[in-house]
């Protein structure tokens, strides 16, 4: 039984990163202890003990995530000198990539370089898991490459990226499943949810305000903006849409949903428009997205977990720039599912068995693969 080192600096308004990380956390507990490096968040700590056989996990107090940032790394490296116990290290699973400053990216750099190297020196092997890496400049570039060769694995998710990888010249790179395919019912934590009232009409929207950080981009908010409200009226002409709920998962989404609520609300005066003004928990968007019959998104967990609870989902978004969602949408073979203005709507729910059954086979090989780590 391997001892793992994992991060507690898990987002905690973020659903799709607690899940990513909470999927796989799941996964490690079963043949190996994780020690987290300060406390996680409670909503993370939930999802990795519910209905769970396998609760192996540490929690090192020494290690304390609510200090500033350089004294962490300071209390990091003393335990790990007192304790030179590990086998493996983990980064935290999601998108990497150099849209910061040079002087932070510089420093970023640096700061991975002396953790790696540390970690070797100590016997660690350094693992990344679950990402999508770039874009960077050529100069960051020459750097990810020594990074990757020092990595002992660097896991990423769509398929365009890993070519990208592997024509840049970084070593140690595979291409794995998105972690998100890991929900599955036999998980023990995506249950049969059971519908309360006639899913039939009820579509539900989470939108975030820009493809790359937190800020609204106002030109890309009214292109998405147009293209659901276009995508609901032609759904309109082949079903019956009575509900529309507008939801986040992001706690950075709230404002751009609130405006989108006012928006949809100008729009379909005939429809009943809601807006949920709380972010969601993990059981909240599990039940809301079994109850509808249609989720539109731009994010890339909010349409995996909602096509997981069965409910088929469209994506709208920029096809050329918003290259993560996109790439992995074109991996599964659902082309269909991502909507522009000039597309045609044919009612398929058929896609919807289509994506359960690429989605348990990406499960088993996920399973497959973390467990011969």
């Known amino acids: 039984m391997k001892k793992i080192l994992y991060p507690s600096r898990i987002e905690e308004n973020n659903l799709g990163d607690i899940l990513i990380n909470a999927l796989l956390v799941r996964e490690l507990m079963k043949n190996n202890t994780v020690y987290f490096k300060g406390v996680p968040n409670s909503q993370f ?24 940032f350089i004294v962490t790394k300071i209390q990091t490296l003393i335990y790990l000198l007192k304790n030179p116990i590990f086998d493996l290290v983990f980064d935290t699973p999601g998108h990497i990539s150099g849209n910061k400053s040079f002087l932070k990216n510089q420093l970023k750099v640096f700061l991975e370089l002396f953790k790696i190297i540390t970690y070797r020196s100590l016997g660690i092997k350094y693992l990344k898991y679950g990402i999508t890496l770039g874009p960077f400049t050529n100069y960051f570039w020459f750097y ?40 599955q019912s036999t998980s023990g934590i995506l249950q049969g949810n059971h519908t309360v009232f006639d899913k039939e009409g009820v579509v539900t929207i989470s939108l975030r305000g820009s493809i790359y950080g937190k800020e609204l981009d106002e030109f890309y908010f009214k292109s998405i903006t147009d293209d659901t409200i276009d995508l609901i009226e032609k759904l309109s002409s082949i079903k019956k849409i009575e509900r529309i709920i507008i939801a986040y998962q992001v706690d950075a989404d709230e404002s751009s949903s609130r405006r989108l609520n006012t928006i949809l609300r100008n729009r379909f005066k005939t429809l009943e428009v809601y807006f949920l003004p709380e972010i969601l928990s993990f059981k909240n968007a599990a039940e809301l997205y079994s109850w509808s019959e249609i989720v539109i998104t731009n994010r890339l967990h909010v349409f995996l977990f909602a096509m997981a609870c069965k409910t088929k989902s469209y994506i709208v978004t920029d096809v050329k720039a918003h290259k993560k969602l996109v790439a992995i949408a074109q991996d599964l073979n659902m082309h269909s599912l991502m909507y522009s203005s000039k597309a045609e709507i044919d009612w398929d729910s058929e896609i919807v068995n289509e994506f359960s059954v690429m989605s348990r086979r990406y499960f088993a090989d996920l399973k497959v693969h973390i467990n011969s780590l």
């Open 45 to 68: 700590l939930e999802l990795i003990s519910t209905n769970n056989l396998n609760v192996n996990f540490k929690i090192i107090k020494a290690i304390q995530t609510d200090k500033p």
């Open 144 to 183: 990810q490459k020594i990074i990757a060769r020092l990595s002992f694995l660097i896991v990423v998710r769509d398929k365009n990226n890993y070519e990208s990888l592997i024509e840049r010249g970084l070593k140690n790179t595979f291409l794995k499943p998105d972690l998100a395919f890991l929900l």
